[in-house]
């Protein structure tokens, strides 16, 4: 499985939409249609394709592998009402990522009945580099605390280092993130609270980019810097970026016209 996977759907558009859109799709390949402008991802899904095939397209794995014991980080990214709740959390007709992970999750550990699994969940939101719980509305501004988990093997607390009958304990995390509309950041010309959002939803997103940039050009393999400390969600998401973690990142997109910016 490749550690950084692109996937990108489009949002349907009305029918006078797709008449203008300028924009075609082949194979993963999204197109100007006057040849001026091409782009390639891992994979690009039509504008009527499921949010059921987008999970089986990659974040089914993902799943599989955090209850392996790898850590791993589904986003969904794009401008505002391109569809990333939809996608994400999505409708009782439809569910999104968010309750077919959870479903896969606890479908595998089902399976897995040699095998003792204790979950935990968070539910948090980061606005302007501030942490909140939605879980405990009342506890905001979270701190970051780096901690070490020692894990042990059950093993051992009885005095036999033999680790054929349990495996050692492995904690993995999985991430699934709605990120901000990322336009909010530049085109707005907002004032006060807007222009503070903004400016804090544009430094994460740089942020991550610049993360997700490093990872996938090798640099933490090969020793070099990867900026995790530069925002709240890179800091938060680092143990599921980095290392051995499995990510993928799920583009919201509208090929309307009217969102053609050159
Ligand atoms: N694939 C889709 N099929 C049908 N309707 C969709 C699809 N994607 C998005 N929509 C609809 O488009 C609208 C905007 O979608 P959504 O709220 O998910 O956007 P968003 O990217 O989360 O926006 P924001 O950044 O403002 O939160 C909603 O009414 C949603 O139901």
Redesign the pocket.
């Known amino acids: 499985m490749e550690r950084i996977y692109v996937a990108v759907?489009p949002?349907?558009l009305s029918p006078e939409e797709s008449e203008t859109s300028p924009w075609r799709i082949s194979g993963n390949t999204i197109s100007l249609s006057n040849h001026s402008s091409k782009f390639e991802f891992d994979r690009v899904f039509g504008?009527d394709c499921k949010t059921v095939d987008i999970f089986g397209s990659r974040t089914k794995e993902i799943v599989a592998s955090v209850v392996r014991g790898f850590n791993g980080t589904v986003f969904a990214y794009?401008?505002?009402?391109?569809?990333?709740?939809?996608?994400m959390r999505g409708s009782a007709n439809e569910p999104g990522i968010i309750p077919l992970s959870v479903h896969e999750l606890f479908c595998s550990i089902q399976e897995k009945m040699d095998r003792e699994f204790l979950l935990r969940m968070s539910y948090m939101e980061i606005y302007n580099e501030e942490i909140n719980d939605l879980l405990a509305p009342e506890h905001r501004k979270l701190q970051i605390h780096e901690s070490l988990e020692i894990v042990e093997s059950r093993d051992r607390s009885v005095g036999d280092n033999s680790f054929n009958c349990f495996d050692a304990v492995r904690v993995s995390a999985l991430n699934l993130v709605?990120l901000?509309?990322s336009e909010r950041a530049g085109k707005t010309g907002a004032e006060g609270m807007r222009l503070k959002e903004g400016s804090h939803i544009n430094k994460s997103l740089m942020a991550l980019g610049t993360v997700i940039k490093k990872l996938s050009d090798g640099a933490e393999s090969l020793g070099g810097h990867v900026p995790y400390r530069d925002s709240k969600l890179t800091r938060i998401l680092q143990p599921a970026l980095g290392g051995n973690a499995n990510t993928t990142m799920i583009c919201?997109i509208t090929l309307s016209q009217v969102f053609l910016f050159t």
């Open positions: 759907r949002r349907p504008e794009g401008q505002t009402s391109s569809g990333k709740t939809y996608t709605d901000a509309g919201n």
